[in-house]
């Protein structure tokens, strides 16, 4: 009997969480900057059609190899918002997953910042951003504007919050690759491998050579955003997020760093995104 009223109960819940559930939609935008069309995924809470409502918003970033779906087929990344959400641990907001990438590393272009034929950043913050926020209903201020991402994404959006500090309330890098000082990267022909010119980007928008080179006026403006560095303790990039933590610490700049069990794989990265959405909601406004 116990067990029938468990169930019972159990199947009365199911149409309450689902109904609490958020969505999923993907998006596209012309770019005349970059010259194409530019997918994305977006996240919108529940009631987000009848609300009427503006809601904070996260940019999530991928990684080098994924685009713009990896967050909600490979991370899961829906279930945990919904989740979080729900349990008010996490504010109601929207979530933007730019593309910036895919499978095909060497000639397909990764990568988040201004290179050789593909300016992203411009296309990001002169483009991008607007038209998202315009037609999401987003509050489009620092108190309401959170970025996070890993691997690639990780070091697009701590450059982006370094570069960008009237941007962000807060930052939180996963497993980032923040730099890159071993440039030959790439194949036979290394000058017209997009893997190269990923690499050569990293290296030209050091997160670490930013802190090194930053004034007291830039490091000001850094002490604004909230920072959190999330990286395994077994990731081939720890010692490098670790560097960067201390430095920013060395000049004053206060980040929290986390060094978890685990590997550069998306275990890590989906038990991250539970902490990040928190994070972020807890410095918006």
Partial sequence: MKKILGLSCLLLL??????R?????????????LGKQVKYNVYLPDGFDKSGKEYPVVYLLHGLSDDYSAWVTKGNMQTVVDELIGTGEAREMVIIMPNAGGPDVHHVQNGYFNMPGCRYEDFFFGEFVPAVEKKYRIVSDKGHRAVMGLSMGGGGSTVYAQRHPDMFSSCYAMSAW????MRQVGGDN?????????????????????????DEKTLDALRTVKWFIDC??????MDIN???HQKMRNRGVKSE???RNGIHNWEYWHLALRLALPFASRNFD
């Fill in 178 to 181: 923040l730099d890159n000082k």
């Fill in 242 to 244: 670790v560097a960067l």
């Fill in 257 to 259: 760093l986390r060094v």
């Fill in 232 to 237: 395994g303790d077994d990731d081939f990039l």
């Fill in 14 to 19: 199911v149409p309450f969480l689902s109904a």
């Fill in 190 to 214: 290394m000058e017209e491998d997009c893997l190269y010119i990923v690499s050569k980007a990293v290296s030209d928008h050091s997160a670490l050579d930013f802190i090194d080179n930053a």
């Fill in 21 to 33: 559930a958020g969505k999923v939609v993907t998006d596209s935008l012309s770019s005349s900057i």
